[in-house]
C-alpha cells in the first residue's frame, strides 16, 4: 500500500482558510473543519445559527484559489456543548493572544454562562478575550471580570563602563 503524497498547494490554501475562520469574529474556528482536495474545499462542523454558517461559507468563497465549495455544516436545532468543552476552547483560543509577564485571565464556564477573570495591562486584551468567548458556539452568557491595571514599572537597564548589563536608575 503506497504512502499518499501531501499536495503542498492544497496545505497553503487549508492554511489560509484557517486563518481567515480563526481571525474573522462572525465565526469560531473550533466549529469547522476544512478539506481541501486541489481547488475544491470541503466544509464540515456544526454551528449554533444559520448566520455562522453562511458568514463561513461566504468567507471561504472569497478565497483566492478557491473554485467550489462542498457545504457540509450542519446547524442542529439542539446544539450543546459541554461545560468542560467550552472551557478549553475558550483557553486554547487565549493561549493565541500574547500575555505580557503579569497579565492572566481565568476561564469558569457554567450552564454555558462563561466567567473571565483576571488581570491584564491591555484593553484590547480584555475585549480579544471576551470577543473570543462570545464567538463561540455554544456561549450562553460571557461575564467579563477582567481587570485591567497599570503595567509594572522596570527599572531601565544600562550598560556600564565595563559593558556589563546593569539594572537600576542610571549608569553607576
Request: charged letters at 30%; a negative charge.
Amino acid at each position: 500500500m503506497g504512502t499518499q503524497k501531501i499536495n503542498p498547494v492544497d496545505t497553503d490554501l487549508r492554511r489560509k482558510i484557517c486563518e481567515r475562520l480563526k481571525w474573522d469574529k462572525r465565526v469560531s474556528p473550533a466549529d469547522f473543519d476544512v478539506i481541501v482536495r486541489g481547488c475544491a474545499v470541503i466544509v464540515t462542523g456544526s454551528c449554533d445559527t444559520s448566520f455562522k454558517k453562511m458568514a463561513a461559507l461566504e468567507l471561504v468563497s472569497n478565497i483566492d484559489g478557491v473554485w467550489s465549495i462542498e457545504d457540509r455544516i450542519v446547524v442542529p436545532s439542539d446544539y450543546y456543548r459541554s461545560d468542560e468543552e467550552l472551557k478549553m476552547l475558550i483557553e486554547q483560543s487565549l493561549e493565541d493572544f500574547v500575555k505580557i509577564g503579569g497579565e492572566n485571565i481565568s476561564v469558569f464556564v457554567e450552564d454555558g454562562v462563561v466567567t473571565l477573570e483576571g488581570e491584564v495591562f491591555r484593553p484590547r486584551l480584555k475585549a480579544l478575550a471576551v470577543g473570543s468567548a462570545w464567538e463561540l458556539s455554544g456561549v450562553v452568557d460571557v461575564i467579563n471580570n477582567i481587570m485591567i491595571v497599570e503595567s509594572p514599572r522596570r527599572a531601565p537597564s544600562f550598560l556600564n563602563s565595563d559593558r556589563e548589563l546593569v539594572n537600576g536608575s542610571g549608569p553607576s
